[in-house]
């Protein structure tokens, strides 16, 4: 059911009529000081009129002038600070209006409605315990505005006191008979405090009041459920369908129940039945496979049956987006990228794009490595949500990838532009940019980049295998980049990739036996699948002396795919140039 509870509310409160607020100033004019002449009693409600003219008219700076000009002829006019109070709430300044309201208050204390504005602007600013004790002294003269103790009620619900929200919520009902929002926010309350007892004697209640209704078998039906007192909840829903046996919350609660109860089949059963109800929202459908889709355990273990589900939808609502974006996200989570890919591009071609399916699509490219579309859509997307920072990443990424360096630099260096609160998102468009600066030859600004990532993240693996690793290709600071690789293979010791790094820099710095002793461990830790590796294990090999086994591994690079002019010098010469 997961009824909302209309009086348990985020301090929302009720507001009050302009009816209302024209009694308030009728009223507040008998307060005008009796000492005033003939001639300034006149003037003052002349100036009073005016202003209130003024502020309907929404010229608020000149109505609170003429309302500051009634203070100076009649410095105890309640209704003049009241007036003053309110236009400062508009205004947002409100200290100033919490301190007029409280003034008109001491003038005229009995007034509701000033006491009524000054708890509005206690919770305005959060002040609740001032907002309380306002309403509370509201409540001991107005015992009969049910109104009053419904918002403190609700505020104390708000401040986690529940007991004596129940207590109003009881004096409410005894002037008002038993209602269905108040017991449940009974139940609710009663819930918070643990008294299980007395929130099934609320509902209880209700049903006894109320024994045709079916949704309120249907919350009983769900405390039962919750508290694993499933042959009660049952018959409760039995009595329920009995009622109403197309009952649209009632289906979707006894979603829930069978799913507790690890009845599947009986789950399944019933979504189906929900997605040809036409008494349900598409909405509500969809949220069901969202909770699939959020519980790992029932995503592995039903899979199937959600996909069979999930077409099932696709086929009764083919114009409704949602229900692709769903469908998308279980092919995704299903890591059936090629399938989801089709889905998005589908989305995108038929209904209106948003960020959340753009991000899908282009992550998906990215994984894919399909570096020409990821430039392409990148674009588009870059076109469609001109201030999203990771769609600047990806074309920046993409264009890197194609050889267009300068390209990535330029929309790289836009897209910092745009990212806010987002320190990893930060990181990856220094790493890129550093990398397209390298590709340009660029190497000073390469360093740069990769110094700023360094002095944000000093243990990012990533970077300083690429940084050190580059170093040595361009054989400058061989110290600082073997002491930067080191970090990589203490931190990852069986990682090939950072173990032929490191070798390589020993090999650069003339250290041959150690960088055997590296290459060898790259080796043994899946290197040999990588011709760069191996024709580095040739390099290392040849320097020591050992040339033969050199040029054999060299020979086995190049058939492993690896056609660099210089490797095949090396086979050629059987030397080192």
């Given at each position: ?327 998308a996200d279980f092919l995704i989570k299903s890591n059936l990228f090629d399938e989801a890919q089709t889905e998005i591009e589908y989305i995108l071609d038929n209904f209106t794009g948003n960020i959340v399916i753009w ?193 054999e591994l060299w020979k086995l690079s190049n058939e492993m795919g690896n056609t660099n002019e210089k490797l095949i010098k090396k086979i050629e010469t059987k030397s080192i140039f």
């Open positions: 059911m997961k009824l909302k509870v209309i009086v348990v509310i985020v301090i929302t409160f009720l507001s009050f009529t302009s009816c209302s607020g024209q009694r308030n100033i009728g009223k507040s004019k008998t307060k005008v000081k009796k000492e005033l002449s003939a001639d300034s009693e006149q003037q003052y409600y002349y100036l009073f009129l005016e202003a209130n003219r003024k502020k309907v008219l929404g010229d608020l700076n000149g109505a609170l002038a003429l309302y500051y000009q009634c203070l100076e002829l009649n410095p105890d006019a309640a209704a003049a600070m009241a007036e003053i109070s309110k236009l400062n709430e508009i205004m947002q300044n409100f200290e100033v209006a919490i301190k007029y309201a409280e003034q008109a208050i001491k003038i005229d204390s009995g007034n509701k409605w000033y006491k009524v504005n000054l708890a509005k602007l206690y919770l305005v600013i959060k002040d609740y315990n001032n907002a309380i004790k306002t309403y509370e002294q509201l409540y001991l003269i107005n015992k009969t505005d049910l109104e009053i103790p419904y918002n403190l009620a609700a505020l104390y619900n708000h401040v986690g006191n529940y007991k004596r929200a129940i207590e109003l919520y009881n004096d409410i009902e005894k002037n008002s008979g038993v209602n269905e929002n108040l017991s449940i926010a009974k139940q609710q309350l009663y819930g918070s405090i643990g008294n299980k007892t007395k929130a099934y004697n609320e509902i209880d209640n209700l049903i006894l009041h109320y024994p045709n209704e079916p949704k309120f078998y249907g919350i009983r039906a769900e405390m039962y459920t919750n508290d694993n007192l499933f042959i009660k909840a049952k018959e409760n829903y039995n009595k329920l369908f009995a009622l109403d046996s197309t009952n649209a919350l009632g289906m979707l609660s006894i979603i829930d129940f069978y799913r507790k109860k690890m009845d599947y089949d009986n789950a399944f059963k019933i979504i189906k039945k929900v997605i040809y109800h036409e008494g349900i929202e598409v909405n509500q459908k969809i949220l069901i496979f969202v909770s699939f889709l959020n519980i790992q355990s029932e995503f592995n273990i039903y899979n199937q049956q959600i996909k069979e589900h999930l077409l099932l939808l696709k086929e009764a609502y083919p114009d409704v987006q949602d229900v692709y974006t769903v469908h991000e899908q699509l282009l992550s998906i490219y990215s994984y894919k490595s399909n570096f020409d579309q990821l430039y392409v859509k990148s674009i588009i997307a870059i076109d469609s949500f001109p201030q999203h920072a990771l769609f600047y990443f990806f074309n920046g990424v993409s264009a890197t990838q194609i050889n267009k360096p300068g390209e990535a630099i330029t929309i790289l260096n836009k897209g910092l532009e745009w990212v806010k609160n987002s320190p990893d998102l930060e990181v990856d468009f220094y790493t890129n940019l550093a990398e397209a600066y390298y590709s340009k030859k660029e190497y000073m600004q390469s360093d740069y980049f990769f110094e700023m990532v360094l002095k944000k993240e000093p243990d990012n693996l990533y970077v300083i295998n690429n940084y050190s690793y580059y170093l040595s290709l361009r054989e400058e600071k061989l110290e600082y980049a073997e002491t930067l690789s080191k970090k990589s293979i203490i931190a990852e010791p069986n990682n090939s990739t950072y173990l032929d790094t490191y070798a390589w820099i020993l090999f650069k710095l003339e250290r041959y036996q150690d960088a055997l002793l590296y290459i060898k461990t790259a080796f043994e830790h899946g290197g040999a699948e990588s011709d760069v590796i191996v024709e580095h294990y040739g390099d290392i090999l040849f320097m020591i002396g050992n040339k033969e086994a050199a040029v």
